[in-house]
T-cell receptor
Framework: GAGVSQSPRYKVAKRGQDVALRCDPISGHVSLFWYQQALGQGPEFLTYFQNEAQLDKSGLPSDRFFAERPEGSVSTLKIQRTQQEDSAVYLC?????????????FGSGTRLTVV | EDQVTQSPEALRLQEGESSSLNCSYTVSGLRGLFWYRQDPGKGPEFLFTLYSAGEEKEKERLKATLTKKESFLHITAPKPEDSATYLCAVQAVNDYKLSFGAGTTVTVRA
């Protein structure tokens, strides 16, 4: 596709429920990132993939967060036993490796609300 | 740790009233400084990448400049459609992630 696609756009989860957020990056983009954006704040880094390899997961806030990209294209961010503090917009971004002139292309995000 | 501070938090402008947004940063070797625009309910949209002090880039009514410690985004004769949150981010040498500031929300009144 022409852009980064994320689904669902909105997700309401009951506290303790598991959720899975999907990201379809731009075809051919090697690098894929997940960011978390709280209301009124800038995006915060969660994790980075280069192809199928997860090279950095230092931003994941707890072991309840897990991300995968098994075939080097689509990625899934999973949150187990959701808590209210997990409520945020989760953004996915992709780019050609090392190609900064066009920055990273972000999707529109998934807004997660934990009730 | 890389740090990015943006000011002001919010800016209200009259249409045609030019102004500047500030992005102060500390990074262990700058690979690139990025400006993004974010509309409500959307993901950030790329505007510019700046690589070294003294560099300038322009796009329509926007011009971004870079020094060793800060970057400015100048909005010349803004229009209501320029209303958005503008995000600044840095990438360090030998790193791949972007570190973002909290953004400046610009509102342009007709």
């Amino acid at each position: 596709g022409a852009g980064v696609s994320q689904s669902p756009r909105y997700k309401v989860a009951k506290r303790g429920q598991d959720v899975a957020l999907r990201c379809d990056p731009i075809s051919g983009h090697v690098s894929l990132f997940w960011y978390q954006q709280a209301l009124g704040q800038g995006p915060e880094f969660l994790t980075y993939f280069q192809n199928e390899a997860q090279l950095d997961k230092s931003g994941l806030p707890s072991d309840r967060f897990f991300a995968e990209r098994p075939e080097g294209s689509v990625s899934t961010l999973k949150i187990q036993r959701t808590q209210q503090e997990d409520s945020a917009v989760y953004l996915c971004a992709s780019s050609h490796r090392g190609f900064l002139d066009y920055g990273y292309t972000f999707g529109s995000g998934t807004r997660l609300t934990v009730v | 740790e890389d740090q990015v501070t943006q000011s002001p938090e919010a800016l209200r402008l009259q249409e045609g009233e030019s102004s500047s947004l500030n992005c102060s940063y500390t990074v262990s070797g700058l690979r690139g400084l990025f400006w993004y625009r974010q509309d409500p309910g959307k993901g950030p949209e790329f505007l510019f990448t700046l690589y070294s002090a003294g560099e300038e880039k322009e796009k329509e009514r926007l011009k971004a400049t870079l020094t060793k410690k800060e970057s400015f985004l100048h909005i010349t004769a803004p229009k209501p459609e320029d209303s958005a949150t503008y995000l600044c981010a840095v990438q360090a040498v030998n790193d791949y992630k972007l570190s973002f500031g909290a953004g400046t929300t610009v509102t342009v009144r007709a």
